[in-house]
């Protein structure tokens, strides 16, 4: 396989709605989490090597790990061990996804590296094989692969596909710097001390939205319950927020455990004139536009396999 090659392109996500449990015996929280799949992404490239040895570019690509704790050498190497493999692969990344930045482009990177060692090994396995796989990876790596929207319970994991009947268009300001999910966790817990937590449950009005394609419908169900412990840990998001909202956006939140923000426009042409006023303001790094839903993990390019 010396001349084998593969590239799978992944993508990001938001949480339109994450409601978020107290926290559990084993320190993980129960979630009610709607992902839904986002047209940024990364590209993961895997090729035959002397050793397992990850790489990676572009934006904030410095930020990224290149050791075992990255999540795509953790993917190839939980697939080799299942299969017996030795994972003696070169894993290169392509990044466009903000790193540290509540869009799940780690899990994204996961996701994308198992797949791209299953199709260079050829092993053919099931989508529920290589979810399983995802779910030892982390909480957000199973929706990574299977894109689109989906309802993930537990931590998580656990998905149930959703409808979704139109396009969804989106700004997504990047900030300086990332925001700790487990920090974020933890200042949830403090906030929440005390206080009587609801089990989480997904909202049956973003659902309808989601499924009849209305993004007016859609606006005033987008919630986080991990917003106030990120506006906690960095306030100036709350000035980016304000920023979007005033400059025409439907609606505005903290994409998962920040530090990004997402803002829900009614069309692309309403998504450029939030972006340019985000980054006229400030406020942001940078602001990027996209729509929804995206596809999940697929194959771009294969050589030399088979």
């Given amino acids: 396989m010396s001349g084998s090659e593969v590239t799978v392109r992944v993508p990001a996500k938001v949480n339109v709605q994450l409601a978020v449990g107290a926290a559990r015996a084993d320190g993980f929280h129960d979630l009610a989490n709607v992902f839904l799949a986002v047209g940024l ?52 990344i392509d990044k466009d996804i903000p790193v540290a930045g509540g869009m ?21 396995s099931s989508e529920a094989e290589l979810l399983a796989i995802c779910a030892e990876l982390g909480s957000d790596v199973p929706f990574s692969l299977l894109g689109g929207a989906a309802l993930g319970v537990g931590r998580g994991e656990r998905l149930t596909p959703l409808d979704v009947g139109g396009t969804f268009h989106w700004v997504f300001a990047v900030a300086d710097g990332g925001l700790s999910t487990p920090a974020v966790y933890a200042e949830f817990d403090r906030l929440t001390s005390g206080t009587d937590v609801p089990p989480p449950t997904a909202d049956p009005a973003l659902l309808t939205a989601l499924r009849t394609g209305d993004p007016t419908a859609l606006a005033p169900t987008l919630t986080n319950d991990l917003q106030p412990a990120a506006l906690s840990l960095r306030p100036s998001l709350a000035t980016t927020l304000t920023t979007g909202t005033s400059a025409g956006a439907l609606a505005a939140l903290v994409s998962g455990s920040g530090p990004t923000t997402a803002f829900l426009t009614k069309d692309e042409e309403s998504a450029t004139t939030v972006a340019d006023a985000l980054v006229t303001s400030g406020n942001c790094r940078t602001a990027r536009v996209t729509s929804s839903p995206a596809a999940g993990a697929r194959v771009v390019s294969s050589q030399g396999i088979g």
């Fill in 104 to 124: 799940a482009g780690g899990s994204a990177d996961g996701a994308g590296a198992l797949l791209a060692c299953d199709a260079l090994w050829s092993l053919g």
């Fill in 41 to 92: 992404y990364d590209e993961i490239t895997v090729t035959p090597a002397d050793e397992l040895r990850v790489t990676c570019a572009g934006p904030d690509a410095h930020q990224v790990p290149l050791d075992t704790t990255n999540l795509a050498a953790r993917a190839a190497l939980a697939l080799a061990e299942r299969h017996g493999i030795d994972p003696r692969v070169h894993i290169h």
